[in-house]
């Protein structure tokens, strides 16, 4: 079964810093990867994916992330963040050949001072 | 074009009632699941469903029933509510894409339910 990392829990930064948050995940085989965001008391929505091609992957509002294949990571990265980032983020990676269901990491609350 | 809908928005109840999540999609899409989400614990997968008839357990089941009659409707019913099971309750819906299972998940609003 496949299992996902996420190394910051909670990440404050100021607006106009850069972000990159850390995802790992433990699985042997052929995986999709997504890293979803929940803005305060709202659902989580898709912020991009990756399931093949270009390991650099652009998602919406300027967040961007890398797949490196070879140290099973999945960081999500933005250059310049805004106050409208706060949110909690969210990896989730689905095991190609398994149920199809994504395992989540534990989340990122990311609070960006104006 | 309504996604996914989840009903009740908030439901208290007293311990050992028990209640039925409701969650409905008009996407017809195949897969549907329910995550609960608590504060340092991310979603944590509780049951899903790859189609019609078909149910399996995720990785917090105990105390959870579904069951998946149509492709539009899973509900989630809580048999004997227990302080534990104060959470927020998502529902969610895919659907495969060819053999590359990369759809993301449509998530519906939330249920957020306190037991007493």
């Known amino acids: 079964a496949q299992s996902v990392s996420q190394h910051n829990h909670h990440v404050i930064l100021s607006e106009a810093a850069s972000l990159e948050l850390g995802c790992n995940y433990s699985y042997g085989g052929t995986v999709n990867l997504f890293w979803y965001v929940q803005y305060p008391g709202q659902h989580l929505q898709l912020l991009l994916k990756?399931?093949?091609?270009?390991?650099l992957v652009k998602g919406i509002k300027g967040f961007e992330a890398e797949f490196i294949k070879s140290k099973f990571s999945f960081n999500l990265r933005k250059p310049s963040v805004q106050w409208s980032d706060t949110a909690e983020y969210f990896c989730?990676?689905?095991?190609?050949?398994?149920?199809?269901?994504?395992?989540f990491g534990r989340g990122t609350s990311l609070i960006v001072h104006p | 074009n309504a996604g996914v809908t989840q009903t009740p928005k908030f439901q208290v109840l007293k311990t050992g009632q028990s209640m039925t999540l409701q969650c409905a999609q008009d996407m017809n899409h195949e897969y549907m699941s329910w995550y609960r989400q608590d504060p340092g614990m991310g979603l944590r997968l509780i049951h899903y469903?790859?189609?019609?008839?078909?149910?399996d357990q995720g990785e917090v089941p105990n105390g959870y029933n579904v069951s998946r009659s149509t492709t539009e409707d899973f509900p989630l019913r809580l048999l004997s509510a227990a302080p534990s099971q104060t959470s927020v309750y998502f529902c969610?819906?895919?659907?495969?894409?060819?053999?590359?299972?990369?759809?993301?998940?449509?998530f519906g609003n939330g249920t957020r339910l306190t037991v007493t």
């Open positions: 989730a990676v689905n095991a190609k050949g398994g149920s199809y269901i994504p395992t």
């Open positions: 469903s790859v189609g019609a008839g078909i149910t």
């Open positions: 990756y399931f093949s091609g270009d390991p």
């Open positions: 969610a819906s895919s659907t495969p894409q060819g053999s590359s299972y990369n759809s993301p998940l449509h």
